[in-house]
């Protein structure tokens, strides 16, 4: 296994992005263009998760990657998330909804290891936190490549010693969630930083992943032991991509300039564009994941379909002016060293 996995594949890896973004057709035309695409299966059920398999298995041959959430360990105030859900009252009354309630915090974990490890995909990541030895076996003896996120030098070695086939190297400059194995923000790192730090500790391929936007950002990362860049936030506007139209939209409008942290939409650190929900209820939102994301669903959803920008989570990277309206394999080709 190890760097023989990505031979013959581009050194761009489409991200996993969950929420409605990453969805089958954009996996696909990463695949077919010489990439490797992640399925997002956080967010999802089983059954949903390996429909989205079949779909892709569908409209592609190539190696299929497929990610998971690792269920929540935070230790959750139940009252701070009360106060949250009570401080978001006005803001569902004005979108004609009512905020939601917390549910499981497993994410469907178990069902989603036993259903790939009985029809397993090529490659298997990991965010939020790592799996165990025994799972990592399990995966080993289907001959699925694992890969484990790691925001820190202490995450990635935690990675390897259980085991694990290759990292995801995840700088600050990420858009979406921070993929740290806690909820926190502590010992974020640029991805310039971090790459080097955790390639001087490990063998093991990495990816790296973090405000990605030009060929020449890829190369700088493979010359610094990457085999592959991962890119989410250029491949946003594909037509390919199911992202919202309203998130579509907000990554080339001029009123959204920057990118900021918070945990706002989720109750775990995200960076996305700056509007006017993240600036009023960043500071209050608890550490509470995935409880103030089940709060405030109802609200993002009602917000997206209304093309309300400055009420929903913007998920974007650093680089996020480099993303366009072109096809993926466009945008593929575009981030490829010559």
């Known amino acids: 296994m190890g760097g023989a996995a990505w031979a013959g594949l581009r050194p761009v890896a489409l991200a996993p992005m969950a929420g409605g973004a ?4 954009l996996v696909a035309a990463v695949i077919e263009a010489g990439g490797l695409g992640f399925l997002p299966a956080g967010y999802k059920t089983a059954a949903q998760m390996r429909a989205d398999l079949d779909a892709t298995r569908a409209l592609t041959g190539g190696p299929i990657g497929v990610n998971l ?3 929540s360990r935070d ?7 009360a106060a949250y859900r009570d401080r978001l009252a006005d803001e569902a009354s004005r979108l004609g909804v009512e905020p939601g309630v917390p ?7 178990d069902a989603k290891v036993a259903d790939l490890l009985a029809d397993p995909p090529e490659f298997v990541s990991f965010t939020f936190g790592c799996p165990g030895r025994d799972v990592v076996r399990a995966f080993r003896r289907e001959d699925v490549i694992t890969v484990v996120t790691v925001t820190t030098v202490d995450e990635a070695r935690e990675a390897v010693d ?10 600050a400059e990420a858009g979406a969630h921070r993929g740290s194995f806690t909820n926190t923000t502590e010992g974020a790192l640029p991805l310039r930083e971090l790459l080097p730090a955790v390639h001087a500790i490990t063998g093991l391929p990495l990816m790296a992943a973090g405000g990605v936007a030009t060929a020449g950002d890829v190369a700088e990362l493979l010359e610094l032991g990457a085999v592959a860049a991962q890119v989410g936030t250029l491949f946003l506007r594909c037509p390919e991509s199911g992202a919202t139209p309203v998130a579509k939209a907000a990554l080339a409008d001029p009123r959204f300039t920057e990118t900021a942290v918070t945990r706002a939409f989720s109750g775990r650190p995200a960076r996305g564009l700056v509007n006017r929900f993240l600036l009023e209820h960043s500071d209050e939102a608890p550490a509470a994941y995935p409880d103030v994301h089940y709060v405030t669903s109802p609200l993002r959803r009602a917000a997206a379909a209304r093309g309300d920008a400055e009420a929903v989570n913007l998920w974007a990277g650093t680089g996020f002016r480099g993303a366009t309206e072109s096809p993926a394999a466009d945008v593929l080709d575009r981030l490829t060293p010559r």
């Open 22 to 25: 990453g969805r089958p057709e």
């Open 69 to 71: 959430f690792m269920p």
């Open 75 to 81: 230790e959750v105030d139940d009252a701070a998330v």
């Open 103 to 109: 549910k499981a915090r497993d994410d469907d974990y």
């Open 162 to 171: 259980a085991g694990v086939d290759a990292l995801c190297v995840q700088g």
